[in-house]
C-alpha cells in the first residue's frame, strides 16, 4: 500500500489513538495491573510495526540537497523513536512503578506525532518541488 493512501493515515493515527487508550485505561496492583501491561505492549507493538513500514525521505527528487538532508533526519529520527519502543516494551511489563512507564509512553507519543508530522510536511515539500511551487 503506498504510505499516503487514506487506509495507511488511519492504520498510524489508529495504532497511536489505540495505545494511548490502553495507556489511559485503569491500572490496579495484581491482575489488572498485567492485563494494563500485557494491553500496553500489544499496542506498542502496532505502533513499531507501523513505524518500522513507514516510507521516510524523498523519493523522486534526485538527491536534492535540503529534501535529502530532511529525509535522512527524518530516517534517523524514526529510528530512534524504535529504538526507545524497543527498550520501553521491557519496562512495560517489568517496572515495579507503571505510573513512570506510563508518563514515558505518553512523551514517546507525542514525540511519535511530532515525526509523523514532519514527514508529511517533508512529502508536501517534496511535491511541491515536483510541481513547481507557487511561482
Known amino acids: 500500500m503506498p504510505p499516503d493512501t487514506p ?3 488511519s492504520g498510524i493515527h489508529g495504532a497511536l489513538a ?3 487508550r490502553a495507556l489511559d485505561s485503569p491500572r490496579r496492583d ?3 495491573l498485567g492485563n494494563w501491561r500485557w494491553t500496553v505492549r500489544q499496542r506498542m507493538t502496532a505502533v513499531r510495526d507501523v513505524l518500522a513500514h513507514e516510507q521516510v525521505g524523498p523519493q523522486g527528487t534526485g538527491g536534492d540537497g535540503w529534501l535529502a538532508a530532511r529525509g535522512g533526519a527524518a530516517f534517523r529520527e ?5 529504538l526507545r519502543l524497543g527498550a520501553a516494551g521491557t519496562q512495560v511489563l517489568e517496572a515495579p512503578d507503571a505510573e513512570a512507564v506510563r508518563v514515558e ?5 507525542a514525540d511519535v506525532a511530532h515525526h509523523l508530522q514532519r514527514v508529511h510536511d517533508l512529502a508536501y515539500d517534496e511535491v511541491e ?3 513547481g511551487g507557487s511561482e
Open 105 to 109: 509512553l505518553k512523551r514517546l507519543l
Open 30 to 32: 495484581g491482575v489488572a
Open 7 to 9: 487506509a495507511r493515515q
Open 18 to 20: 489505540q495505545l494511548d
Open 78 to 82: 524514526r529510528e530512534g523513536l524504535l
Open 129 to 131: 518541488l515536483e510541481l
